[in-house]
Nanobody
Framework: QVQLVESGGGLVQAGGTLLLSCEPAGPTFSTYAMGWFRQAPGKERAIVAA????????YYANSVKGRFMISRDSAKNTLYLQMSSLKPEDTAVYYCAKGAYGDIRLTTDSYNSWGQGTQVTVSS
């Protein structure tokens, strides 16, 4: 299984920006879709954004559409989530995940490798 390592979380004021990164600590994930999920206290883990293996097709949850951007750099074998106009309701642990397929899927059971998570806290 591919081990994934996220970085870039932290504390930011509302309206601020953060850039999350995700790298594999092993084999490349270039032929698989990738996703960012988040989980707030007392809530289920939910998809935030996803990108297919080619990087051409993307998906965003309605709550982050127009504010977040997912991208992947095949040369660096890195996945990114650029978060802008952050809101307190974006506060959660964010997880990077590798899909089991090349196309975009929206449910957690379609992803077979997960990072340890990185905390994002947005203060009002």
């Amino acid at each position: 299984q591919v081990q994934l390592v996220e970085s870039g979380g932290g504390l930011v004021q509302a309206g601020g920006t953060l850039l999350l990164s995700c790298e594999p600590a092993g084999p490349t994930f270039s032929t698989y879709a990738m996703g960012w999920f988040r989980q707030a206290p007392g809530k289920e883990r939910a998809i935030v954004a996803a990108i297919d293996w080619s990087g051409v097709h993307t998906y965003y949850a309605n709550s982050v559409k127009g504010r977040f951007m997912i991208s992947r750099d095949s040369a660096k074998n890195t996945l990114y989530l650029q978060m802008s106009s952050l809101k307190p309701e974006d506060t959660a642990v964010y997880y990077c995940a590798k899909g089991a397929y090349g196309d975009i899927r929206l449910t957690t059971d379609s992803y077979n490798s997960w990072g340890q998570g990185t905390q994002v806290t947005v203060s009002s």
